[in-house]
């Protein structure tokens, strides 16, 4: 009988365990959102404030009330409230980047390591995170990229058929297909994260093979586990849409502040979810036991008595 726990079950463990790291990220997420919302906020509070025709965007939403209120020369240039909004999803990016060492040592970790540890986790590994998501957005650019062309391919020869759901069907396997293969190479960069930091590994080119290979070994197990996850985020984005537009009247701005930002806790639980199960794996199968040497046997030479007359 197989004991040994699921991935899914010890990557929820692993997560409950350490459920404030999704706290602090998402407090993060919200103070940078708020900061890069400022300038988009006061450059429409100054064209609605002065037009009734604004109602239908104060009180719930017109997609074509928006849409007007943006292309009026009054409003601006759109790129004066986007950049901002911008800079700081960067930023975000840039802090997760720099944080997500300490967050695989606390996952590692048996214990809730102190603030001193957490902190030296990311300086220490900063410069091997940056080098691994430069060899991850090369990666999956290029593959993304050709996967791309090969279903804009089979959807231009598709067009010509004479079964007319047959490009919807086949640019939606080309989404599929793209969607489970940027996935496993996420896996695989996951793994490598997760030894670059459990294992000190300061060449990173070694965590990315050694991952590499667990990944194709494991492929299956670790796919199925983020697949399975990555459904539960998409019930969770459905359900909240369908929560939202059924108990939260189109006036209510706090509801509908409520739901949205439970939403995004949610979905980043999730990825944080998939995170443990890539170190509850690489705990389970990938962490070197140094083999312990027996200490070599302590041989106590005699010296002779010399032979004589004795005492």
């Known amino acids: 009988m197989n004991d040994k726990p699921g991935l899914l079950s010890s990557g929820a463990a692993i997560a409950g365990r350490n459920k404030r790291y999704v706290m602090w990220f998402f ?8 900061m890069g919302a400022a300038a988009f906020r006061l450059q429409a509070a100054s064209r609605l404030d ?25 409003f601006g240039p759109i790129q004066a409230a986007t950049v901002p909004g911008m800079t700081m999803a960067v930023l975000f990016f840039a802090l997760t980047l720099m944080f997500l060492p300490g967050v695989f040592l606390g996952y590692a970790s048996n214990y809730r390591i102190p ?13 091997r995170f940056v080098r691994l998501a430069i060899l991850f957005a090369i990666l999956a650019g290029i593959v993304g990229g050709v996967l791309g062309g090969i279903q804009s391919a089979l959807v231009k020869v598709a067009d010509g058929s004479s079964y007319e ?18 996935t ?9 994260e997760a030894d670059v930091v459990i294992a000190d590994q300061k060449a990173v080119r070694k965590s990315v093979g050694k991952a590499y290979r667990q990944t194709r070994t494991n492929l299956g197990r670790l796919l199925g586990a983020y697949l399975v996850i990555s459904v539960v985020a998409v019930l969770v984005l459905g359900i909240g849409l ?4 059924v108990m939260v009247p189109p006036a209510s701005v706090f509801g509908a502040f409520l739901i949205g930002q439970l939403i995004l806790l949610l979905l980043l639980a999730t990825r944080f979810w998939q995170r443990a199960v890539a170190v509850g ?15 070599a046997p302590v041989i106590f030479a005699v010296e002779a008595t010399p032979q004589g007359d004795g005492i």
Not at 54 to 60: I, K, Q, S, T
Not at 281 to 295: D, N
Request: aromatic share 16%; glycine share 6%; net charge negative.
């Open 281 to 295: 794996f690489y705990s389970a199968a990938m962490v070197e036991v140094p083999v312990e040497i027996p200490p």
């Open 115 to 127: 603030r001193e540890e957490f902190f030296r986790a990311c300086g220490k590994n900063l410069w």
């Open 165 to 182: 759901k047959l490009p919807f069907y086949v640019q939606l396997t080309g989404i599929i297909v793209i969607f489970v293969v940027l």
């Open 184 to 192: 496993a190479i996420r896996i695989w960069f996951d793994l490598a």
């Open 50 to 74: 002065l037009s009734l025709y604004a109602d239908g965007v104060l009180h719930g939403f017109d997609l074509g009330v928006f849409s007007e209120m943006l292309s009026r020369r009054e």
């Open 27 to 34: 407090v993060l997420n919200f103070a940078l959102a708020s």
């Open 242 to 245: 369908v929560t939202w537009n």
